[in-house]
Nanobody
Framework: QVQLVESGGGLVQPGGSLKLSCATS????????MAWYRQAPGNQRELVAS???????NYADSVKGRFTISRDNDRKMVYLQMNSLKPEDTAVYYC????????WGQGTQVTVSS
């Protein structure tokens, strides 16, 4: 059974940094393009960043230059380093495959506020 467990969220001031982690199990991790998504209150879930099995990354324009996605295929982990955080980055962050077809985890709350 596939499981996705996100962690690392919290409250941070504007301009601060956080690193999110996603532990996965039950999938052939290295064959999947993994992605981070986020959902703010009242908004639809949006794609933030993705990483192929080989580590090629793509980013939403809103986070380009500030966020970095990475992965550890041996540990079946995916990460999101978030720098220069803005209040508009406040959301619940989720990981999934790029297709978004796996059961969603509980997500991790990121709140950017002074």
């Amino acid at each position: 059974q596939v499981q996705l467990v996100e962690s690392g969220g919290g409250l941070v001031q504007p301009g601060g940094s956080l690193k999110l982690s996603c532990a996965t199990s039950g999938l052939i991790f290295e064959l999947n393009t993994m992605a981070w998504y986020r959902q703010a209150p009242g908004n639809q879930r949006e794609l933030v960043a993705s990483s192929t099995g080989g580590g090629s990354a793509n980013y939403a324009d809103s986070v380009k230059g500030r966020f970095t996605i990475s992965r550890d295929n041996d540990r079946k982990m995916v990460y999101l380093q978030m720098n220069s955080l803005k209040p508009e980055d406040t959301a619940v962050y989720y990981c999934n495959t790029l297709s978004g077809k796996l059961n969603w985890g509980q997500g991790t709350q990121v709140t950017v506020s002074s």
